[in-house]
């Protein structure tokens, strides 16, 4: 069952504030192309209303960072049979949609956008060659009822990527707001797809580990990120956006690229903005970009929002000088400052070169 959602108002008294009875499904969809981060998905829509091989339309099909697509479709005023019958059939349609169709799908959307365009300037990073190795399913509503739940749940423990996502609309002194709760926690649903059968060559992800890239100019040094305990990425949203990803609890394995593995650490607080960053030392509490950073323009673009440092806090379990890395033919290494790790063999490599608990 999904987390219950409630709001109380809490100046002048405690109230609870009752959901709007607003015909919320039609105005998500419109709500969801324009902003995506209110799924709580880092999502590039690339198609409304698309219409699929068998005459009908998929309401919202979107792309994210792996190449992976998102079949989003509202509930509305189907039958709790329908909309995960519904949910399936666009799943088997979308499976086997290749890069010239998605493609296709995007340019007609957008009246004549390029894909690797748009992909870039969101993503911060070109579309991988093979687009659309895995998908999901999501079924967005104001509610469901107990039957489609336990059947959503059902496929997600086989391994079916279905899940849902509830939202309520609450008004208050002429204010209006969503809130949210998914039926199964979207890396928790990520996970168990994965460790189904896969059906492409991708290795699956086990929800926790991440590749970070680390030092490289003079903007950060791995120096000072293994000194003052982070991480960080900055010089545009396309460098830094991939952070974001890092959650309090995540493990990272951080690496110079072209030099190779030099720590790996425990997430201990999300990323901010460099200016908002502060660091223990001494007994005291201190502005990062106050210490003596070897990094000399790192306080050059603070004051730029967009080409500032984030900053990701991490706790250190190893971390190792430069001249020591770690590094042996076949690792995984990336051009994105962080991304999901999935390569087993550098998975086990690391842990026994770090002398971590298998």
Same mark, same amino acid.
């Given at each position: ?30 709500a ?15 198609? +409304? &209303?698309?219409?699929t091989?068998?005459?009908? #339309? ?11 697509? @998102? /079949?989003? *479709? ?8 329908? /909309?995960v019958? &519904? ?17 296709a799908?995007? %340019?007609?959307?957008? #009246? ?12 911060g &990073?070109?579309?991988?060659e093979?687009?659309?190795e &895995? !998908? ?32 309520? !609309?609450?008004?208050?002194d002429?204010?209006k ?10 890396? /928790?649903a ?5 460790q189904?059968k ?13 590749y970070?890239?680390?030092g490289?100019?003079? @903007?950060? %040094?791995?120096?000072?990120? +293994? ?13 830094? #956006?991939?952070?974001?990803r ?8 951080a !690496? ?21 960053? %502060?660091?223990?030392?001494?007994? #005291?509490v ?24 984030? /900053?990701?806090?991490? !706790? ?5 000088p430069? *001249? ?16 999901a ?18």
């Amino acid at each position: 069952m999904p987390v219950g959602i409630g709001i109380w108002r809490i100046d002048n008294g405690v109230r609870r504030l009752d959901p709007s009875p607003l015909p919320l499904e039609a105005m998500l969809e419109d709500a969801i192309a324009r902003d995506s981060s209110i799924l709580g998905l880092d999502l590039l829509i690339v198609g +409304r &209303q698309v219409a699929t091989a068998f005459g009908k #339309k998929v309401d919202l099909l979107g792309l994210d960072d792996e190449g992976d697509l @998102h /079949v989003i *479709e509202l509930k509305k005023d189907k039958t709790p049979r329908d /909309v995960v019958a &519904q949910a399936l059939e666009y799943g088997a349609w979308v499976k086997d949609l290749g890069y010239e169709e998605v493609a296709a799908i995007f %340019t007609d959307y957008t #009246k004549g956008g390029r894909l690797e365009e748009a992909f870039a300037e969101r993503f911060g &990073q070109q579309p991988p060659e093979a687009l659309n190795e &895995q !998908h999901r399913l999501v079924v967005v509503a104001s509610e469901l009822d107990g039957a489609t739940e336990r059947i959503l749940m059902y496929l997600a423990e086989y391994g079916i990527p279905a899940n849902a996502v509830f939202f309520r !609309h609450f008004e208050d002194d002429g204010r209006k707001y969503l809130a949210r709760s998914w039926l199964i926690e979207p890396t /928790v649903a990520e996970v168990k797809a994965e460790q189904a059968k896969p059906t492409r060559a991708r290795e699956p992800w086990n929800g926790q580990d991440f590749y970070v890239a680390v030092g490289g100019d003079q @903007h950060r %040094t791995w120096e000072d990120m +293994r000194r003052y305990n982070f991480v960080s990425a900055g010089g545009g949203r396309w460098y830094w #956006k991939t952070l974001e990803r890092l959650t309090p609890g995540a493990r990272i394995f951080a !690496h110079i690229p072209g030099t190779g593995y030099v720590g790996v650490g425990t997430v201990e607080e999300a990323a901010r903005i460099v200016t908002d960053v %502060t660091i223990p030392q001494d007994g #005291k509490v201190v502005p990062l970009l106050e210490l003596p950073l070897q990094a000399p323009k790192i306080r050059e673009t603070a004051k730029d929002p967009e080409l500032a440092e984030r /900053v990701v806090k991490v !706790h250190w379990i190893k971390a190792l000088p430069r *001249e020591k890395a770690i590094w042996e033919k076949g690792m995984f290494a990336n051009q994105n400052s962080a991304t999901a790790m999935r390569s087993r063999f550098t998975l086990e490599r690391l842990t026994q070169r770090f002398g971590l608990e298998a």
